[in-house]
């Protein structure tokens, strides 16, 4: 601020013609003119201040940008840039100014899209994005997707365009690690999903040997009664083929018993048919529920899900459950029935486990549609129920409250993000009667 000027001093002698009064408002007008200066001259230098921290401001903000800014006139010459488009470029912005933004872009097409941003009479308030490719101090060429807003004047009027990019090398490598690494989990998830289930499976082979044990065993003892009586066809064949008497043939038919043989044999080839056919079903259904599921969802029977899935569970234990389940009419859910039989065979095994130590243990089952547009399924049984502190975490991966070497804590998880898979809800409860109870919610077909 300037230093403040003296006030003039009365004069020794009034003026002629000029009273003292009129020589005080003089002086009085004056001061307010001069007081009037000094406020003018303080508010002047408190907007320079303003103006010159609002510069500071927009400076520190352009240079602490990790987009790149450039400002253009009318005709594309380069009239501002920012640091992170000089340090891309490898020129100062002094040395920028002045240039066309057509001599950073690296080919052909950029400039194109440039040319027809900035020339366009309609460009939107909002800006248009376009992918462009500028030359970096190297000589390299780099992919900036950019965005072209146009600078209207106080006439209203365009009068240039301001770009702001952002180069996408990093986001494009880091999308290619994301979606790598998306990748490698949905693998992950998949071996973990079909190692759960060979687990699952490993508990049902003492079952089903015993059940595979039948079939076979009646095959077994049907061929060995076949090769006996191919036996004896081959000594009566043989008398025929030498021509014996009529004596020694009928004699022959009734030492080997031909026709309780040839009456024997249907019902002997039946029985075996039948043992094959009940052995390969078995073989069919473990390999259909070991095989890696697809993800191709089609209407199934939920009703035959349950079903099957409480014969299985059943033939692999030792000590017999009680299940009340009452197979009604078909209920078609849509999802994929190999992950479907896993989620069912889960919990039932889950319920199975929790009556191991109940005097008469049972199970309920029903299949319900009280949504509208859901299937749902409830197992519930008579064992001690869930503790409070476990509601919340029985569904976490690795939870389990079964000894070493009972269970892995994956069934339930897997289940559960199988059913959400599916659009569907998994959860648990205690039942008011006693025990826990289990409902699996899916949509209907």
Known sequence: ???????????????????????????????????RLIDDEVELEKKNAELEQSQQFIFSVLTSMSDVLVVCNVNGVIEQANAALCELVGQPEEQLRGKLLYALLSDAQSMELARAAMENPGAPRSG??????????????????????????????????VWVGRPTAELKRAYHEMRAAHEALKRTQQQLLHSEKMASLGQLVAGVAHELNNPIS??????????????????????LHAHAPEPVLQELRKTLRIQHLLDDLPSLIEGTLEGA?????????????SARDSEERTAVNLTDIIDRSIHWVRKGRSAPVDVDWQ??????????????QQVMMNLLQNSFDAVDAVASPRLWITVACEKPGM???????????????????????????????KGTGLGLSISYAIVEQHGGHLSARNAEGGGAEFLLELPLA
């Open 1 to 35: 601020m300037s230093k403040p000027r003296s006030r003039t001093p009365l004069p020794a002698a009034p003026m002629e013609g000029v009273d003292e009064s009129t020589w005080l408002d003089v002086i009085h007008k004056m001061d307010e003119v001069y007081t």
């Open 128 to 161: 248009e994005s376009m992918e462009l490719h500028l030359l970096d101090h190297q000589g390299n060429a780099v992919s900036v997707d950019a965005n072209c807003t146009p600078r209207i004047g106080s006439n209203g009027r365009r009068v240039g365009t």
């Open 218 to 239: 009646f095959v077994l003892g049907n061929v060995h009664a076949l090769r006996k009586y191919c036996d004896r066809l081959q000594t009566y064949i043989g008398a």
């Open 277 to 289: 056919q009940r052995t390969a079903d078995i073989v069919h259904g473990l390999k259909r529920f």
């Open 327 to 340: 197979p009604g009419a078909p209920c078609m859910v849509m999802g994929n029935a190999g992950q479907l």
């Open 375 to 405: 299937a749902c399924a409830s197992v519930r049984d008579n064992g001690p129920g869930i503790p409070p502190e476990h509601l919340l975490r029985v569904f976490d991966p690795f939870f389990t409250t079964k000894p070493v070497g």
